[in-house]
């Protein structure tokens, strides 16, 4: 028996899908916990006090620890991923503008939502286009926990392989 279903493989956006006009909201949003934040801060050899000392963390002005900023800059870019740029990305570009307003806490939920800030076609990449995002990064009260602006080099529908 021959199966004669057509097949739909989960993908990000073509340089010609991204959307200036569109808030790409990425759902569901991501509950960070103590295990996170600790494995994420040991992985990464970072020894800040902030993200391990719960006792010392306890006398700073926040009053507890914090979650690793890599890890909430990492999650809010990771969120993105397969709504916009699975198997369709050539490279990231770089970071710009990453900032942190206001702390992730354990138990605190992540909710990304991504803009489109500008696109251009690549000069020495036919066939590839650059678009920069906008990422911004909320916790479960809509306080803004992290933004970034990120380049990306995707493929244009035609050129991808």
């Known amino acids: 028996m021959t199966d004669e279903r ?3 493989e989960q993908r990000g956006l073509y340089y010609e899908e991204f959307d200036p006009d569109v808030r790409y909201l990425h759902r569901p949003g991501r509950t960070v916990t103590e295990a996170d934040n600790v494995l994420f801060t040991t992985l990464t050899m970072n020894t800040q006090a902030l993200h391990l000392d719960a006792a010392w963390s ?5 009053g507890q620890r914090l979650v690793n900023s ?3 800059l ?3 870019v990771g969120s993105s991923v397969a709504q916009l740029t ?5 490279a990231n570009l ?5 900032t942190f307003p206001h702390p992730l806490f354990h138990g605190d939920t992540l909710y990304s939502e991504t803009i489109v800030t500008g696109k251009r076609l690549s000069a020495s ?3 590839q286009g650059v678009v920069t995002l906008g990422h911004t990064g909320r916790n479960q009260s ?4 992290a933004t970034a602006v990120r380049t990306v080099l995707v493929w244009c529908e035609e050129a991808a392989p």
């Open 58 to 62: 306890a006398t700073q002005p926040f």
């Open 86 to 90: 699975q198997g369709t990305i050539v």
């Open 6 to 8: 057509r097949s739909i």
């Open 142 to 145: 809509g306080d803004v926990v």
């Open 125 to 127: 990449r036919p066939g």
């Open 74 to 76: 990492s999650t809010l």
């Open 70 to 72: 890599m890890f909430t």
């Open 94 to 98: 770089g970071f710009a503008e990453v």
